[in-house]
């Protein structure tokens, strides 16, 4: 019998986390390619790449932010290569579809709507911070997360002629029913790649209950039609990679998502995630999947007709 492909991605910085809270945080577009050619040397078929300011690590959406890193990615390393759409919920949607438009990856993610988005339960566990911007962007209470209809629609319509695929991002079950509105207009065409994101403030919690209802309720909407895939925020990172690998799933790791390797201990770097996700994954007498594995997988259409 045949092993089951189990793609790993890893997310190597994101927008959430600020240079204060790890040292391993990477922040620089010279950081940032390492982390991720060095994901990609532990098992990740893909990896999500977000830009930030090299002086002080604040969310960047700007190409310019992106171009310093994607073609040294690319050269060192076959991974498919995901650019966010979702940026930062602080920025606008012309914003955050930029680089996705003009870079023109093999995937780029999609938050499927809108939603409160509370980082201010960090400060219970960091509380000095070197630069003044990340305790003002973590102590908002009053961030919405904008992902309307029409807003998922502008980044579907701005990237449409570019054969991107989407890794949409489910932080709830009307996520999931907003997908599947888009899949039944045409706008949206599968293999649908889904990530549900568990354990996010704002978002579907992460208990074994939540994990089991998001996969139900995509399981009904989307039956074969969909490639199903998990990210679990902070110390659930790993507890829900293991199940989501037993079920079926994917799964993403990384320093966007989770700074930590095990109670109390920072992890060293995005590989070492990685490597603790593919122990698990091979434990379980399955196969990770190759970057070449996750593009028939998910039906890409290849590192070669990228725009960078």
Not at 172 to 184: G, P, R, S
Not at 186 to 211: R, S, W
Request: charged letters at 20%; glycine letters at 10%.
């Amino acid at each position: 019998m045949a092993k089951r492909n189990v793609i790993i991605t890893c997310a190597v910085t994101g927008a959430i986390h600020t240079p204060s809270m790890s040292p391993h945080l990477p922040v620089t577009a010279e950081q940032i390619a390492d982390a991720a050619v060095g994901a990609a040397e532990a098992g990740a078929a893909i990896v999500h790449l977000h830009a930030r300011n090299p002086v002080d690590g604040r969310p960047d959406q700007s190409p310019e932010g992106f171009s310093p890193f994607l073609q040294v990615i690319k050269q060192r390393c076959g991974a498919v290569i995901n650019i966010t759409t979702g940026g930062a919920p602080t920025m606008t949607i012309e914003q955050r579809v930029k680089p996705a438009a003009t870079f023109r990856p093999e995937v780029a993610s999609l938050n499927m709507g809108s939603m409160n988005f509370g980082l201010f339960g960090m400060l219970n566990r960091f509380k000095e911070f070197q630069h003044p911007w990340e305790k003002e962007y973590l102590s908002d209470k009053g961030i919405i997360f904008r992902n309307s209809f029409a807003d998922i629609e502008y980044i579907l319509t701005k990237c449409a002629e570019n054969d991107t695929r989407f890794e949409f991002e489910c932080y709830d079950t009307a996520h999931l029913y907003n997908l599947k509105y888009f899949l039944d207009q045409g706008i949206v065409k599968a293999p649908l790649f889904i990530q549900t994101v568990f354990g996010l403030q704002g978002g579907i919690g992460a208990h074994p209950d939540d994990v089991m209802h998001m996969k139900r309720t995509a399981d009904r909407l989307f039956g074969d039609q969909y490639q199903w895939s998990v990210l679990g925020a902070g110390r659930n990172q790993l507890p829900i990679a293991a199940m989501a690998a037993a079920m079926g799933g994917h799964v993403r790791v990384g320093l966007e998502d989770s700074l930590w390797a095990g109670p109390g201990r920072l992890a060293a770097s995005n590989a070492e995630q990685v490597r603790l996700a593919r122990q698990i994954i091979e434990g379980l007498g399955l196969k990770i999947a190759s970057p070449d594995e996750a593009r028939e997988i998910l039906a890409l259409k290849g590192a070669d007709k990228v725009g960078f």
